[in-house]
């Protein structure tokens, strides 16, 4: 297969800690990598770099492992500017939130939605992001959820049932009836196009025994766990999470010691969601609280078009660095490792032989200028699967 070398890239990030500094970021110096076949193939200095077929000269930007954003909401239609300019202007809003989007998903064609997916996923991968999870939850009917994850699936293989985002409507005054059928008819429905299975756990959403119900039907189908946990208030979203084994319970913007603990000892990753509380005015989750107790972490853009209708995850590590006390190696770490970890992913992530060519060529010398330089454009070439495609 031909190979291309990629040579003189001023600083590395490898998330290997085996390489270059020994850091958790792996970093290489003046370094150079060979992509075959779609994957990385060698790694070293510029200096002892392999022949290649093609060469690419970084001349000293940084390059990253392209960024895997583990939490978005993209299939969906519909518009919610007025809902987000009245809590910024405060004043009441009462059109319906979420409910909005649902009444404008279920009208809308397919070519609508897949249009509008793609166009998220190509803005996404301009800012740097290679490997995109996004869920259902806008239909809350059998067929619309399933409809929702059919489409996700044409344009990404990490999809998530979300049927238990809100009630669906039609069982406003039955959540328990609603419940039982997101876990039988609708599960069996979706499951065929869905990895995970998701519920928001929240006041006003599912309760614990709900959240329960709906994850453990999904594990029986072969799904595997995530759970919407803490984001409003404090309640047992994470705890169920760490119970069940959920690859990853997201928000935890409202937690307390055990749950820490929980996520600690049970292994899930605490996806944290700066662009939610950015677009809401709530408060941040400590995230140096967490890495002290020994939780991975991962960074997500939650991307949606009425809590946080951001694409971009460079803009989630700069807030993460100012507003969640992360350092800028650890924002960045779990904004591509910490995001493969919550998809179950070791090809991702990372830049080491064997791991997917999902590379971030930035217009800058350091990794550390994603949070130095917010708010800049500071994408200059997107690999992925060793495709160049930015």
């Not at 193939?41 to 895997?68: C, K, L, N």
């Not at 059928?181 to 995970?196: H, I, N, Q, S, T």
């Not at 009425?306 to 995850?313: F, P």
Request: one cysteine or more; aromatic letters at 6%.
């Amino acid at each position: 297969m031909p190979t291309t070398v990629i040579t003189h890239i001023g600083s590395l990030v490898t998330n290997d800690p085996a390489r270059g500094d020994g850091s958790p970021l792996g970093l290489v110096q003046d370094a150079a990598l060979v992509i075959e076949d779609g994957a990385v193939a060698w790694i070293g200095r510029a200096s002892e770099a392999p022949a290649a077929d093609e060469v690419h000269d970084a001349g000293g930007r940084a390059a990253i492992p392209g960024f895997v954003d583990s939490h978005s909401h993209l299939v969906y239609a519909g518009d919610r500017t007025a809902e987000f300019n009245a809590r910024m202007s405060g004043r009441p809003y009462t059109a319906g939130g979420i409910r909005t989007t649902v009444r404008a998903t279920r009208e809308a064609a397919d070519e609508e939605l897949s249009a509008n997916l793609g166009a998220h996923l190509r803005e996404m991968l301009r800012q740097g992001t290679t490997t995109v999870e996004t869920k259902s939850g806008y239909g809350l009917t059998t067929d619309q959820e399933a409809r929702a994850l059919r489409l996700a699936r044409e344009h990404t293989p990490e999809t998530t049932f979300l049927g238990a985002h809100i009630v669906g409507p039609e069982f406003e005054d039955d959540a328990d009836a609603y419940t039982a059928l997101v876990a039988g008819e609708m599960l069996d429905a979706c499951a065929p196009y869905a990895r995970y299975v998701d519920a928001f756990c929240e006041k006003g959403a599912f309760d614990g025994d709900q959240t329960r119900a709906i994850l453990t039907a999904g594990k029986a189908k072969g799904l595997i766990p995530r759970v919407h946990a803490n984001q409003l208030s404090h309640g047992p979203g994470i705890q169920i999470a760490a119970e069940l084994g959920a690859a990853s319970a997201d928000h935890c913007t409202h937690t307390d010691d055990a749950d820490l603990a929980a996520l600690a000892d049970s292994g899930t990753v605490a996806t944290l969601l700066p662009g939610c509380e950015f677009s809401t005015r709530s408060p941040y989750p400590d995230a140096r609280r967490f890495l002290e107790a020994g939780v991975t972490v991962a960074l997500s853009t939650d991307c949606n078009p009425g809590s946080s209708y951001t694409s971009s995850m460079p803009f989630c590590v700069a807030v993460a660095v100012r507003e969640m006390n992360m350092t800028p190696d650890e924002a960045l770490w779990s904004a591509t490792a910490g995001g493969a970890r919550a998809l179950l992913r070791d090809d991702v992530g990372r830049l080491a032989p064997g791991a997917r060519a999902d590379i971030t060529l930035l217009d800058a010398p350091s990794h550390v200028h994603l949070a130095y330089r917010p708010g800049v454009p500071l994408v200059a070439g997107v690999w992925r699967g060793g495709v160049r495609e930015v």
